[in-house]
């Protein structure tokens, strides 16, 4: 009884013992094969640097407008308001001053257009713009802008670019008894101080600013690239948001510098200073208070 417990123990201590060596031959086996597979000691490239792929703004697509009657538009107006990307809350929109990665500002992403996606961009023209007549090339728009060349690559002068001026239509909506806004077209202005050369050679900057337009793109057909093209988001790494939602959901600092007029003329062009920045709450405080009389009874 005794010799047949000890030759069953001896056994079991056999299959035990032969078990063990499989798993960790096994184990030496897979810690081998990651080992050869390992991008840092193969060389081969690591195809995600981030923690996830970020594909929502690539893959994203601009929210249709509603679609608007005639028959339903029972009052309009035309609005022209100045966006300074100098100011904080649309800093977004200027920076980075040079692409970086995938990250571009909002001229850069102008340019980009036109090059890569074939879009357009038209002359300054406030009686008739979007028309085939006043296209402009890309290598018009650069010359009104100024470039650099480094080391042979020219290099546009995007970081002078300050300003945007937006051309909106205001309308109330009778289907929807809705106060609507349509953004129509974006120019993007150079704000730059001229240089000049006097008598004796030398090169002197000029005090005073000058602003130049320096084309107008229409907005609508530029909303495709928008949407796919995201801008910083100061708060939350996660959650990007495109320059599509930027302009459809308002999220910049603005102040209106023309309404439509009998004169057809921009609130610069009789008021300086501040009075320009007084009349503009004015015709703001106007569009607010038209929708609100709507509902006096």
């Given at each position: 009884?005794?010799?047949?417990?000890?030759?069953?123990?001896t056994?079991?201590?056999?299959?035990?013992?032969?078990?063990?060596?499989?798993?960790?031959?096994a184990?030496v086996?897979?810690?081998t094969?990651?080992?050869?597979?390992?991008?840092?000691?193969?060389?081969?490239?690591?195809?995600?640097?981030n923690?996830y792929?970020?594909?929502?703004?690539?893959?994203?697509?601009?929210?249709?407008y509603?679609?608007?009657?005639?028959?339903?538009?029972m009052?309009?107006?035309?609005?022209?308001?100045t966006?300074?990307?100098?100011?904080?809350?649309?800093?977004?929109?200027?920076?980075p001053?040079?692409?970086t990665?995938?990250?571009?500002?909002?001229?850069?992403?102008?340019l980009?257009?036109?090059t890569e996606?074939?879009?357009?961009?038209?002359?300054?023209?406030?009686?008739?713009?979007?028309?085939?007549?006043?296209?402009m090339?890309y290598?018009?728009?650069?010359?009104?802008?100024?470039?650099?060349?480094?080391?042979?690559?020219?290099?546009?002068?995007?970081?002078?670019?300050?300003?945007?001026?937006?051309?909106?239509?205001?309308f109330?909506?009778k289907?929807?008894?809705?106060?609507?806004?349509?953004?129509?077209?974006?120019?993007?202005i150079?704000?730059?101080?001229?240089?000049v050369?006097?008598?004796?050679?030398?090169?002197?900057?000029?005090?005073?600013?000058?602003?130049?337009i320096?084309?107008?793109i229409y907005?609508?057909?530029?909303?495709?690239?928008f949407?796919?093209?995201e801008?910083?988001?100061p708060?939350?790494?996660?959650?990007?948001?495109?320059f599509?939602?930027?302009?459809?959901?308002?999220?910049?600092?603005?102040?209106?510098?023309?309404?439509?007029n009998v004169?057809?003329?921009?609130?610069a062009?009789?008021?300086?200073?501040d009075?320009?920045?007084?009349?503009?709450?004015?015709?703001?405080?106007?569009?607010?208070?038209?929708?609100?009389?709507?509902?006096e009874?």
């Open positions: 009884m005794k010799k047949t417990l000890l030759t069953l123990a056994l079991l201590f056999a299959i035990t013992l032969g078990f063990n060596a499989h798993a960790q031959n184990g086996t897979q810690t094969q990651l080992a050869s597979n390992n991008p840092q000691i193969t060389g081969d490239s690591i195809a995600i640097f923690v792929d970020r594909i929502h703004i690539r893959n994203k697509k601009p929210i249709p509603v679609p608007i009657r005639e028959a339903d538009v009052w309009s107006k035309d609005v022209w308001r966006i300074d990307l100098r100011e904080k809350m649309n800093q977004p929109l200027y920076f001053e040079k692409p990665g995938q990250r571009m500002n909002f001229f850069s992403l102008i980009h257009g036109m996606n074939n879009l357009h961009a038209y002359q300054d023209d406030p009686n008739n713009m979007f028309t085939t007549e006043l296209l090339t290598d018009e728009v650069i010359e009104k802008l100024g470039a650099d060349t480094v080391f042979g690559q020219v290099i546009p002068r995007s970081h002078q670019v300050k300003q945007l001026l937006v051309k909106e239509k205001w109330f909506d289907q929807h008894s809705t106060m609507r806004v349509r953004i129509q077209g974006v120019a993007p150079r704000v730059f101080n001229e240089t050369t006097d008598a004796s050679g030398n090169t002197i900057t000029l005090p005073e600013v000058s602003r130049v320096l084309c107008w907005f609508p057909e530029y909303r495709d690239l949407a796919q093209y801008i910083y988001n708060r939350n790494d996660s959650q990007p948001t495109s599509d939602d930027l302009f459809i959901q308002r999220r910049f600092s603005s102040f209106i510098s023309k309404e439509s004169f057809n003329r921009a609130l062009d009789y008021l300086t200073g009075d320009i920045l007084h009349e503009s709450e004015k015709v703001k405080m106007k569009l607010f208070e038209f929708e609100h009389d709507l509902w009874y």
